[in-house]
């Protein structure tokens, strides 16, 4: 009987080596972590996958990276030329007042060109293009389309030096356009100069235009050199206190007329 339950036991084993043996032969070696290195090796193909579209993507992004480096330059060089041709364009609106300016101004001498700022950095001058070769000369107006911007300060032989009229130095006789109240027009070293001289008992309104009276000899009578932004008086005192703005801003000065 004990050995018949070892025969019962032995059999199935037996059977089993028998059809593995034989598997075997038609398959190759099994593997017996088959079950494990499977999932695994899936996720190595994926992430090899994954790699190379990354890898080709990439390299895509570099050709385009070297397309838009091109693209740049190119707009870079349409932004100066573009850049050019607007300050060209600017230039010959402003030429083209200055030449319109030369037919209704009859003491008009020449035109200059602003080439740099004065020396002394407690001065408002620039630096004009013409000089005593051109006739030019110490007390002359200089102007703009829009006023009175100064007079010549000094003169060399190509060149000449501007006193603005917002320097604290620069005088002119004025007057209001409007009332004919006399004046001086002083440079006060900023953007805002004043109208001195002009008595308490006299009308002035803000927003009146000051112009060159022609009195002093030096300056043509009827240039525009700005309005009246404020005017204050009081009994105590003989004249008034006006405060002007000049209708030229001296910072952005490029080109000039001279007057004889």
Known sequence: MPDKSRLRILLPILTAS???MVYQGYKGEMNPL????????????????????????FNGLT???GEMQDLRKEIDKLRLENSRLMETELQNARLTE????????????TAARVISKGNDPWAKTVVIDKGSSDLLSNGMAVITPNGLAGK??????????????????FRAAARLQ??????????????????EYVESKQPVTEGEVV??????????????IGYVSKASKTDKR??????????????SLEEVIVLR
């Open 238 to 251: 003989l004249f008034q206190e006006i405060d002007i703005i000049p209708f030229v801003d001296t910072k």
């Open 34 to 57: 088959g079950f494990i290195s499977h999932p695994i090796n899936r996720i190595n193909e994926a992430l090899t996958k994954a790699a190379l579209a990354v890898s080709a993507t």
């Open 63 to 65: 050709l385009n990276y």
């Open 18 to 20: 028998i059809l593995l």
């Open 152 to 169: 010549v300060h000094r003169v060399y032989g190509s060149y000449s030096s501007v006193l603005l009229i917002d320097d604290k130095r």
């Open 98 to 109: 200055l030449l319109a300016l030369k037919g209704r101004t009859p003491n008009y001498l």
């Open 178 to 195: 409007a009332g004919r109240t006399e004046g001086v027009y002083a440079g006060t070293g900023s953007s805002h100069s004043a109208l």
């Open 211 to 224: 112009v060159t009276s022609g009195l002093d000899n030096m300056f043509p009578q009827g240039i525009n």
